[in-house]
């Protein structure tokens, strides 16, 4: 049975020379292989080994959570989760993520709500419309969340902190 016991993992900003395991990594997840710009990523690194990644990708007119990628053998350890709360941590205004949607639960615990797609900002709302089509024919569906700090107190909807709980992807 594999060890599911959360995993103590270091945190860092990406750079230059991370940019191929990026790649590798998103490539091998089957997400979105543009705007992988290596400084907006955070790198979780275990036993000098990079283990995960994820990016706020900027847009001009909106900030989206992506390119989220855990090494499968470590999944469900809590990875995935201090990689979204340290990205979330830096953002001051409000963040949106397509995902599966039967991950929807998962980002719901960081404070992401479902939005219908229509009414997000482009282009994630031709992303989502594209993905839902494509989806389709093979039965899955794109959901589309946002997620907005509260400005009186530095903290995200429904008050957990980039401190919070949760465990990984």
Known sequence: MADRSRLAVTLRRATPSDQPVIRRLVHQARLDPTGLNWPAFIIAE??????G???????????????????????????????????LAEERGTVYLECRDRLVPYYARFGFVEIPWRSAPMPLRF?????????????????????ERKPDSGQHRRGEGPSGGGHGA
């Open 46 to 51: 275990h036993n000098g080994a990079i283990v």
């Open 53 to 87: 990644v994820g990016q706020v990708r900027p847009y001009p007119n909106c900030r989206e959570l992506g390119s989220l990628v855990v090494r499968e053998d470590l999944r469900g350890r809590g990875i995935g989760g201090q990689i979204i709360r340290a990205l």
């Open 127 to 147: 992303k989502a419309g594209l993905g839902n089509l494509l989806g389709r024919l093979f039965g899955i569906r794109i959901a589309v969340m946002k997620w």
